[in-house]
Nanobody
């Protein structure tokens, strides 16, 4: 089970930190990701991190602004979002793959478990 939190309303240029708490499984062995879905749009890949944290990847639009990290001892994955823009507004979902790493990390089908989502709203 994945529980996302940390969303909210922030002005453009501000920051938010999303957290995803994992329970009920050995998520420390799995690649974890963040996706987002804006109204009327498909769910979009945002960032992913391998099981050991050594590999991270981001969608181009958030590179240099967002940082994904994990604490396997606490079964937590975080997404630090800085310099937020109105186009970052969306519901953000954390997800867990069943593999330690995969090259298909941008595909929603790669992830077996999903959190409930947390709303991020960036005002201009």
């Amino acid at each position: 089970q994945l529980q996302a939190s940390g969303g909210g309303l922030v002005q453009a240029g501000g920051s938010l930190r999303l957290s995803c708490a994992a329970s009920g499984g050995t998520f420390s062995r799995y690649m974890m990701g963040w996706f987002r879905q804006a109204p009327g749009k498909e769910r979009e890949f945002v960032a992913t991190i391998s099981w050991n944290g050594f590999m991270t990847y981001y969608v181009d639009s958030v590179k240099g602004r967002f940082t994904i990290s994990r604490d396997n001892a606490k079964n937590m994955v975080n997404l630090q979002m800085n310099t937020l823009k109105p186009e970052d507004t969306a519901v953000y979902y954390c997800a867990a793959s069943l593999r330690p790493y995969s090259t298909t990390y941008t595909n929603t089908e790669e992830y077996a478990y999903w959190g409930q989502g947390t709303q991020v709203t960036v005002s201009s």
